[in-house]
């Protein structure tokens, strides 16, 4: 048996009872909420932590990339949204998942929608199809209250080669909102935007099978989905330092950590051996907080942060914490961004409370 306190450093660690409890918590807030779970996975890249959403009643996943559609089918997963623009280089290959599996594109432009209905590789079936929305975030996704939206929309449905599946957005602005009720607030502008739109393509004579939304911030404070058929939350299942500063989760609840040692001590700081190649060079929200990179914390097992330990800059692989400490000592970090700290490593050393239990692949790999 190996104790948290053997393990070389730096290690990402994943505690497996506070990955549960959040897994089992989005599951029974979904249900009561009458939507269906789609989790996005690219937070933990995990065929185990999704096998594990499986398991608690999820309705397929979502993906950011192609990579992780085709390892995640290859793992067994058979109906997929591929949550991202299409990128037309990637269309052929899209086709080729498509014949495996239940493969849900996205499209938010004209050219998409053409290079898909001009592609000549042939079909097991319609394409089905997303419009992506723009509820807010402006990062991609058609204005719903435009002619385009509606054209767009009209196009996939009348075309012999698509499919269309309905429509999806993410409120990634939720980010830039703190507590519940601000949150709470983002996600029922989410909700009412695309319930809205859903009307106005069914005044159309459109059939909108599925209506998309999702973020961890949003759904952490939603009270009402109505209208809505399912969500697509990624970050709740480890939490990380953002999320406690927007109060979108309690530091007891996150449940991905990098342990890390210091290598070296002046009178003013220490240096970590993790760096942004452990941490990411995600610092926060801007305007949201002051910029960090990650805290350490007093008491993992309570769940309290150490004020004092602070990472406040990184190079590649050194991360300067603030205060004089022994070279040596060990600090287990939360991250200010599980996801993008996730993917800077090959595997989650699963725990529970300060004893290994099992190694997990992550599927960070890109082609
Ligand atoms: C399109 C899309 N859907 C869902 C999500 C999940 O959001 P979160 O990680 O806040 O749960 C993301 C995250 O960036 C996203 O880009």
């Known amino acids: 048996m190996t104790a948290v306190t053997?393990?070389?450093?730096?290690a990402l660690l994943l505690d497996l009872d506070r990955l549960e409890a959040n897994l089992d918590r989005m599951a029974a807030r979904c249900k009561r909420l009458g939507v269906a779970l789609r989790p996005h996975i690219?937070?933990?890249?995990?065929?185990?932590?999704?096998?594990?959403?499986?398991?608690?009643?999820?309705?397929?996943?979502?993906?950011?990339?192609?990579?992780?559609?085709?390892?995640?089918?290859?793992?067994?997963?058979?109906?997929?949204?591929?949550?991202?623009?299409?990128?037309?280089?990637?269309?052929?290959?899209?086709?080729?998942?498509?014949?495996?599996?239940?493969?849900?594109?996205?499209?938010?432009?004209?050219?998409?929608?053409?290079?898909?209905?001009?592609?000549?590789?042939?079909?097991?079936?319609?394409?089905?199809?997303?419009?992506?929305?723009?509820?807010?975030?402006?990062?991609?996704?058609?204005?719903?209250?435009?002619?385009?939206?509606?054209?767009?929309?009209?196009?996939?449905?009348?075309?012999?080669?698509?499919?269309?599946?309905?429509?999806?957005?993410?409120?990634?602005?939720?980010?830039?909102?703190?507590?519940?009720?601000?949150?709470?607030?983002?996600?029922?502008?989410?909700?009412?935007?695309?319930?809205?739109?859903?009307?106005?393509?069914?005044e159309e004579d459109i059939e909108v099978p599925t209506i998309s939304v999702g973020s961890t911030p949003a759904m952490s404070a939603v009270e009402t989905l109505n209208g809505v058929t399912e969500a697509r939350p990624g970050n709740y299942a480890f939490f990380d330092g953002m999320q406690v500063e927007i109060e979108s989760c309690r530091v007891s609840d996150c449940a991905l950590t990098v342990l890390s040692s210091v290598v070296s001590s002046s009178p003013e700081h220490s240096i970590l051996d993790a760096g942004a190649l452990a941490l990411s060079k995600d610092a926060g929200q801007p305007g949201v907080s002051r910029p960090s990179f990650g805290s350490g914390f007093l008491d993992h097992g309570a769940g309290t942060l150490d004020p004092s330990l602070d990472v406040f800059a990184l190079s590649q692989e050194h991360g300067w914490i603030t205060g004089s400490h022994p070279v040596g000592s060990r600090v287990r970090l939360l991250p200010r961004h599980s996801c993008l700290t996730a993917a800077q490593f090959d595997e989650y050393i699963v725990v529970r409370g300060d004893e290994v239990v099992d190694r997990w692949p992550i599927l960070r790999g890109r082609d």
Do not use: N
């Open 42 to 202: 690219k937070t933990h890249k995990s065929p185990q932590v999704a096998q594990m959403q499986a398991a608690r009643g999820a309705h397929g996943i979502t993906v950011a990339t192609l990579y992780e559609a085709q390892r995640f089918a290859e793992a067994g997963f058979d109906d997929i949204t591929w949550a991202f623009p299409i990128p037309l280089t990637r269309i052929r290959d899209a086709i080729e998942l498509s014949r495996e599996i239940t493969l849900r594109l996205l499209v938010d432009s004209a050219e998409a929608i053409d290079a898909l209905e001009q592609a000549s590789e042939p079909l097991r079936q319609p394409l089905k199809t997303l419009l992506k929305i723009d509820c807010g975030y402006h990062r991609a996704g058609v204005e719903p209250e435009s002619t385009e939206a509606l054209r767009l929309a009209t196009r996939i449905a009348h075309s012999a080669k698509l499919d269309f599946d309905g429509i999806l957005t993410h409120s990634g602005q939720a980010y830039d909102a703190v507590g519940g009720e601000e949150l709470a607030r983002v996600a029922e502008h989410e909700r009412r935007v695309m319930v809205a739109f859903a009307d106005r393509l069914r």
């Open 6 to 10: 053997d393990l070389p450093t730096p």
